[in-house]
């Protein structure tokens, strides 16, 4: 039986139709569920890697092809069924037949670096086509051994630990192929063995003693505080700001995370929570934490979708201490990632939420840590983020590069400006430089004095 067109506004057909089709996991459905649909451009991700070094673009060709061979979610189409979505793979042709690889030499353009960036704009606004593939790549040369790599996908095939995995495979077999050698064996695991583990889980004690965490966790079903005041539908696009931490304060960060046990994005987190209390006047604050649902071998191993954002909550106390704080952070990061697994749906549906319906996080903290070491043959390569899909308020990113600390911010365009961004930055760096171990969180920062509630007893709730 003829496999079913995919999902364009078409009716359901049997599951039957495509024997060898997969369910979609649950972090692959609360995409799917947003109604923007698989073509949608809001949810993807995108970055450039600068590569600086000799490179043969033939060779990284069949790097990228050989890549996504071995990475089924790559080739995945989508189709409504009457059981629910489900995917199925298709063949992606070769390079140059096909493949959705740009190769394109401007080292004769006034700007090169400027036209690659035009190329990676219009292609960020253009939709996946409906069946797709799901993903493109463009290699540009920008100078006589200096490149740009774009990647782009959508969210739901890949997520970004997935992403991660399909760089370094990529990166192992140019390095193979340059040498003139055999590529190793794939390191993938199976899509199918990766839902089937979700399966499991889904039916095991874990899961519930899961929900049993989560429901303990937000069962008075707390309104997160934002630092916009407000919240609006999620942006297809961001204001964004990327700053390195000054010198004395990433020494005073470092000092912080040796005194208190605590590692320098876990200081950072609970700085960021201080900072959203000190402006909201909040004591009850909840951070949305990106977790990549991986606990098992076989989930480490699979580029797929498990990827979720869980909330840390937060209880900022005007007479507790700094030190306090960053301990609470410790553990409740902690907790968050031993009952990581829980589906978000699952938790809104526990808490009576809908997909549409308010958030369940306030601003979101992620943490970068130091490995983005990718080289090709030797070739040192640097990532410049593009987008991680929809921004909903202000997403903080805490760059770890081992030897410097860098703050990059995501803002929703209609809920911040860019000065104001910028003062939130500042107002975050501001609680690192005042606070020590034995600060009380109540003292007035310098946002604080400068105009900003201070913090009360009361606990937002819904």
């Known amino acids: 039986m003829p496999i079913p067109e995919p999902l364009a506004g078409a009716t359901c057909v049997p599951s039957s139709a495509c024997p060898r089709a997969l369910p979609l996991t649950a972090a692959q459905r609360e995409v799917w569920e947003t109604r923007h649909g698989p073509e949608g451009p809001a949810y993807q991700s995108a970055e450039y890697r600068e590569i600086h070094g000799p490179l043969e673009p033939r060779l990284f060709a069949q790097a990228l092809q050989r890549t996504v061979g071995e990475a089924s979610a790559l080739r995945m189409r989508f189709f409504a069924t009457a059981d629910g979505p489900r995917q199925c793979a298709r063949v992606i042709e070769a390079p140059g037949k096909g493949f959705p690889l740009h190769r394109a030499d401007l080292r004769d353009r006034p700007d090169p670096d400027a036209e690659a960036q035009r190329w990676m704009a219009a292609d960020l606004a253009r939709p996946f086509p409906p069946d797709g593939p799901y993903f493109r790549y463009a290699l540009f040369r920008v100078g006589e051994d200096r490149w740009l790599w774009y990647r782009r996908i959508h969210h739901l095939v890949v997520d970004d630990f997935g992403r991660d995995l399909l760089v370094r495979r990529t990166a192992e077999v140019y390095d193979a192929l340059a040498a003139g050698l055999r590529p190793p064996d794939s390191p993938f695991g199976r899509l199918s063995a990766l839902i089937a583990d979700e399966a499991a889980y889904g039916a095991s004690d874990r899961y519930t003693a899961d929900r049993v965490h989560w429901s303990a966790t937000l069962g008075d079903r707390p309104v997160p505080p934002v630092l916009a005041g407000r919240t609006a539908p999620p942006a297809r696009t961001a204001l964004r700001d990327d700053v390195a931490v000054p010198g004395h304060l990433a ?43 991986r606990t098992g071998p076989t989930a480490l191993s699979v580029p797929g979708v498990l990827r979720t954002v869980l909330p840390l909550r937060l209880t900022v106390r005007p ?113 690192v430089a005042e606070c020590g171990p034995h600060t009380p969180l109540g003292v007035p920062g310098r946002a604080a004095r400068a105009g900003r509630r201070p913090l009360s007893g009361a606990r937002a709730r819904r």
């Open 319 to 431: 007479h507790d201490t700094f030190a306090t704080l960053i301990r609470q952070t410790v553990l409740g990061l902690r907790a968050a990632r031993r009952h990581q697994r829980y589906p978000l749906a699952d938790l809104r549906r526990d808490l009576g939420r809908s997909a549409t319906g308010p958030a369940l996080v306030g601003p979101i903290v992620a943490a970068r840590e130091p490995g983005d070491d990718i080289a090709l043959a030797g070739a040192p390569t640097v990532a410049h983020p593009l987008t991680d899909g929809p921004v909903h308020d202000l997403a903080v990113t805490l760059c770890d590069g081992g030897s410097e600390l860098r703050i990059a911010c995501a803002a929703h365009p209609g809920l911040y400006t860019a000065a104001r961004l910028r003062t939130h930055v500042a107002g975050l760096f501001d609680v």
């Open 251 to 293: 020494r005073r960060i470092g000092r912080l995370s040796a005194d208190l046990d605590a590692s320098r994005a876990e200081v950072l987190t609970a700085a960021l929570g201080l900072h959203v209390a000190r402006t909201t006047g909040a004591t009850d604050v909840v951070l949305g934490v990106p977790m990549s649902g």
